[in-house]
């Protein structure tokens, strides 16, 4: 599908609090505890994490600053304004200094809830601890990452996009049916923030309908050197394997992708939809949760398959599903 949204846009954030915020606000935010929708704090030990919200095609990522693990907001905001205005005018742009940067008062009062869809089905995933499979090609989470949004105002536009970041600085092993640190984690990729395709609508549009992000892929393919990106790829984010991480939701009142670095952000975090990135599940638990629940999979129920058939069976239906996917209502 094309996404809906201005190639040239780019913007990347580090969002040290997942709650309202404005990007000045970042730059002067302590390290407190961080809010959610469900009013639950993120794991203690979530690090400050680099997220990228990267363009369209023919636009490279940002890479982070020198002798710096992570990308600042001041660093990948100046950064991503001057390579949109460059795209535009063909020489560098001139930006004004962070600070001054200030969210358009539109006069909009709003008061948005956020609620996570499908979420007695992600608990039980949680209690077993979730794992999520990561493919060179890409490949979708189930469950799908789907919310409902309320409290906007009808007239007004907004943006709605999602990203994947690492929970924790840890590496994870399964031994004796059980997950367990084995070390320090690995490097992360950049990631790139996942703008639904729909994004500018109203919020009257997004208030009548899930809002689901089940086009976005995961992936283990750090091929992508240079961070150019057709439509297909603009839907990966790349994670490491036997690596934890936590989905995140954001919701920016604006009628342009490319007010993004000048907009405030409000962001909400759903602990339960943590997850392991796998390249093949390791608690059976957990094949045989997403064989009884993933649709598609419907044929391999209750058919007393041993363990490699479910296993076959649960990755028949997954590809299915990338495939033969309906239309979300």
Not at 115 to 127: A, C, D, Q
Not at 146 to 169: E, F, H, P, S, T
Request: glycine share 6%; hydrophobic share 35%; proline share 9%.
């Amino acid at each position: 599908d094309k996404m809906a949204y201005h190639p040239a846009a780019a913007a990347s954030f580090l969002l040290q609090r997942p709650t309202d915020f404005s990007v000045s606000s970042l730059l002067t935010a302590g390290g407190g505890s961080a809010g959610s929708a469900a009013s639950t704090p993120p794991h203690p030990g979530y690090p400050f994490t680099p997220v990228g919200c990267y363009p369209g095609t023919l636009i490279p990522k940002l890479p982070p600053p020198h002798g710096h693990p992570y990308t600042t907001a001041e660093d990948v905001v100046l950064a991503a304004a001057a390579a949109a205005a460059s795209h535009h005018h063909h020489h560098p742009a001139m930006v004004r200094p962070l600070r001054a940067i200030q969210p358009e008062d539109d006069g909009v009062v709003d008061d948005p809830k956020v609620t996570l869809e499908g979420k007695e089905l992600w608990e039980k995933f949680h209690k077993l601890g979730t794992e999520m499979v990561i493919t060179k090609s890409g490949r979708r989470m189930f469950p799908a990452y789907k919310v409902r949004v309320m409290g906007l105002d009808k007239k007004a536009k907004y943006i709605l996009l999602m990203d994947i970041v690492a929970a924790d600085d840890c590496r994870y092993k399964f031994h004796n049916s059980r997950w367990m640190v084995a070390g320090k984690a690995d490097p992360e990729m950049p990631k790139r923030m996942y703008i639904h395709p729909d994004s500018p609508s109203t919020g009257e549009q997004w208030m009548q309908k899930v809002v689901s992000f089940h086009k976005l892929k995961l992936t283990n393919n750090i091929s992508d050197k240079h961070g150019f990106m057709n439509n297909e790829e603009i839907s990966l984010t790349i994670l490491n394997s036997m690596h934890k991480y936590q989905p995140r939701f954001h919701l920016v009142r604006a009628n342009d992708i490319l007010k993004l670095p000048y907009s405030t952000f409000r962001t909400y975090v759903f602990k339960e939809t943590e997850f392991i990135a796998v390249t093949a599940y390791q608690n059976e638990k957990i094949t045989q949760l997403k064989i009884d629940n993933n649709p598609f999979a419907k044929g391999f129920r209750d058919t007393g398959a041993g363990k490699r058939e479910k296993k076959q069976a649960l990755l028949a239906a997954q590809r299915h599903q990338e495939d033969k996917r309906p239309p979300e209502p």
